[in-house]
């Protein structure tokens, strides 16, 4: 009995694809597919929703930053 190869949408158009060697940028179908989901993140689009736990200490460092010579 030949196994099944699941099946899901690509997160950024829904096309349906194969999790196997035919799509080697699952989980989206194509490489352009992947650099939209990566802009997406990259401009904010997406975000995990809460507070950042890195705001105050990135804020202190960009001060401390300014007054220091190089």
Known sequence: MAKETPTLNCPTCK?????????????????RCK???LGEWAS??????GESVYDDLLSDELD???NTRH
């Not at 904010?44 to 929703?49: N, R, S, T, V």
């Open 15 to 31: 096309k349906p694809i194969e999790w196997s060697h035919k799509f080697p940028y699952r989980p989206f179908c194509s490489e």
């Open 35 to 37: 650099l939209i989901d």
């Open 44 to 49: 904010e689009g997406h975000k995990i929703p």
């Open 64 to 66: 401390s930053s300014k």
